[in-house]
């Protein structure tokens, strides 16, 4: 019998809301505004739409295989029980491609938001102290980690309702209209990307599963109060952003053309208040908790991704290690760390966006597949929450990110040569070490 310690059950719905939400958030806050260089106020408008569908059908459905199945390894374990080991894996790499890739792209925006304040000190230094403090948090353990996630959280909600309050009495209709499918009804799909990093992430929220104290119970009420919380914020912050003085203000930093910015409320916020008022200043500073919020996230669910990987003996054993003393995953973390800080030293905000969106799209794919192929296959197994309108919600999710993947691939071309050439080479490793040591059969 094995002694290898436990992750702690500590977490309620209300610190599962604030981790759903949480891992999301940051998209708000940055990164979505480059979508609208592709296509504009309307077409990235449709964007948004589509993809929030996606996210609701999606989150529902993949609530019914958390409950099911309440696994640290989220996708990995799902489509293992599926689709067998060798699709399990797939789903497992795409998963910490998304959640190891995320976190370098926030980070950088971190750094940029620090720098606005501090323009004396490059944003990478700032990018690289935040790694190795919220990794450190991280490994000291997840209850301290949900504790501030949560704090910071409602911090950065309260922050974007506080600037659309600022922001609204000056929206103008004529300013969406303004250039508003400069790529015609082609950049649309060329916006899908940025438009997914409005929601990204709140997968991760099955990734702590372990940790839940009724998963069963609290991590539906964690998803479904999460993404109606995110839906509302999206339509509410791409309103006032866009309605004050158009979409190219918020794009770029001379608000015409040229270099892109990572910061696009502040930019808006300093149409209406001046980039002297102490309202701006405020922004910055609590925005900032908007970004770290998803960064802290993400990392407590890379963490957790890798380390199932290594625990189930599909990579290194040594990542699935959990500490005696903090029973959190810190070799998994601190590989994470590493990666991430390699990644972040690039500055190159779009393509690490697009590389996570990748893994991503491929997951929900796949757990889609998952949820219908369970359903046919072990229609006894225990669903204590079970997805509405069943198939129509899975199928439309499966639907949304094949067009998405599509897209991303048509209009991504390159990196997604690169995206999936890190699977094969993972999966041929993977095939490689199978043949060294036995992957461990867990209770699924």
Known sequence: MSHQPHLKRTLGPIMLWGLGVGYVISGLYF??????????????????ACIALLYITFTFSYA???????KAGGAFDYCRKALGD?????????QTIEFVFAPPAIALAIGAYFHILIPEISLIYFSIIAYLLFTLLNIIGVKSAAR????????AVAELLFFAGLTLPHFHLEKLRTNALPNGYAGIFAALPFAIWFFLGIEGLANVAEEAKHPQKDIQKGFGWAIFTLVILTFLVFLSSVGIDGWKAIVYKNGISGATSDSPLPLALAKVAGDSAWTYHLLISIGICGLVASFNGLILASGRSIMELGRAKFAPSFLGKISPKFKTPIAALLFNLGVGIIALLTERTAEIITISVFGALSLYILSMIALIKLRKSEPNLHRPFKVPLYPLFPILALLIATVSIIAMIYYNGMLSLYYFAVVLLCYLFYKL???????VKTDL
Do not use: R, V
């Open 86 to 94: 060798d699709w399990g894996f797939i789903a497992g790499m795409a």
């Open 433 to 439: 070490y199978k043949h060294l040591t036995k992957p």
């Open 64 to 70: 019914e295989l958390s409950c099911a199945i309440p």
């Open 31 to 48: 990164g979505w505004n480059l979508g609208l260089e592709k296509a504009g106020s309307l077409g990235f408008g449709i964007a948004t």
């Open 148 to 155: 501030f996630e949560l704090l910071i959280t409602i911090l």
